[in-house]
């Protein structure tokens, strides 16, 4: 079995911290290096629920993409939620290790794991990276799609590939335009109005967009906006994460045994859709899925 310092070396190889940005909180946040690593779990948030997951499945490891401490904090007591995380980690003798914006802008990486559980071709990233001669790394990607979809038939895609949530797909700009090309970003993506306006793209599929720059995007342009759930952009990265580390676990020997949790961690549980007037508001129409149809999304 390899040591946790050995797995952690190999993790930032795939994920190096210098690439996360200054004020990120990325790496390993409890662990002793020299334990033994056998299990590992790969989730989204170092939740309670999560880490209470990764005690039942006896695992060595649990490696999320958000951080458990983003900001600075004078108490790990158990008496907080994030040191009750803290506590139960050590207890159980599990390390933790986070992946942040540099899983975001890896290669591969969030928003090619996005891409991918969509279905479309990554042509570039949205935002390269400029340390990167290959010009392969970056924030966001812009895909092609091997056939035109209206707007309303790629957010039924989209609510049928990615997780299921409460929120499911929002949809802002006409439902029936073309969809020939797409900028996606995993997580919150409002900040990258200006580079995907520059882009040229037909649509755009991130998370967490907020009133007035949503409004100004489709009032000046013709872009179709698709806004689903944080939780939801960004778990097909663990399937990624969990891929890789099983590919460096067969090629070195070390037998990791790599599982993804399939626990919703978003936070919203419930949807109750508003009375649409038929002549303002349409609806994106019953042949949207239902949850039950989700592909490749966790129980």
Known sequence: MPRLSEVITALE???PAERAESWDAVGTVVGDPDQ??????????PVQEIVDEAVEQDADLLITHHPLYLRGTTTVAASHFKGRVVHTLIKNDIALHVAHTNADTADPGVSDALAGALGVRVVRPLVPD???PAGRRGLGRICELDHPLTVRELAALAARRLPATAQGIRVAGDPEAVVRTLAVSGGSGDSLFDQ?????????LTADLRHH????????????LLDAAHWATEWPWCELA???????????????RVQVSRTVTDPWTAHAA?????????ALGSDTPAESETSGAPN
């Open 13 to 15: 190889n795939l994920w």
């Open 36 to 45: 033994e690593v056998r299990r590992v779990l790969i989730a989204v948030d």
């Open 130 to 132: 400029p340390t990167d």
């Open 196 to 204: 995907v306006r520059a882009a040229g793209v037909d649509a755009f």
């Open 213 to 224: 720059p949503a409004s100004e995007a489709v009032a000046h342009s013709p872009l179709a």
């Open 242 to 256: 969990a891929a890789q580390l099983d590919e460096i676990s067969d090629r070195r020997g070390w037998g990791l």
């Open 274 to 282: 508003s009375v649409r007037p038929s002549t303002t508001t349409p």
